[in-house]
């Protein structure tokens, strides 16, 4: 079992950064993915950027440039920089834990972009 625990969201004006956080418990020697996703209110839930174990990172096209992922110093930790935020990148984020076995959510951290 692994657990993701999210941490870092909050209310911020359009064009200011929030970083988000994630730290994974449990078994977290298995973990070969780590990744952030979202979901806007009636919307489903999108890819936003993953790391794997050796660094590899992927981005959704509607972030690239703004946002970067990175893998703390500690294998289980993830963070998610998030600059020049726009309203419509107002969602709950959620952080994900992928094994060889089975992928772990996060409960979610709210990010609201609002002037």
């Known amino acids: 079992q692994v657990q993701p625990v999210e941490s870092g969201g909050g209310l911020v004006q359009p064009g200011g950064s929030l970083r988000l956080s994630c730290a994974a418990s449990?078994?977290?020697?298995?973990?070969?993915?780590m990744g952030w996703y979202r979901q806007a209110p009636g919307k489903q839930r999108e890819l936003v950027a993953t790391?794997?174990?050796?660094?590899?990172?992927n981005y959704a096209d509607s972030v690239k440039g703004r946002f970067t992922i990175s893998r703390g110093n500690a294998e289980n930790t993830v963070y998610l920089q998030m600059n020049s935020l726009k309203a419509e990148d107002t969602a709950v984020y959620y952080c994900?834990?992928?094994?060889?076995?089975?992928?772990?959510w996060g409960q979610g951290t709210q990010v609201t972009v609002s002037s």
């Open positions: 994900r834990a992928v094994t060889v076995v089975a992928s772990y």
């Open positions: 449990g078994r977290i020697f298995s973990i070969n993915l």
């Open positions: 790391i794997t174990s050796n660094g590899r990172t």
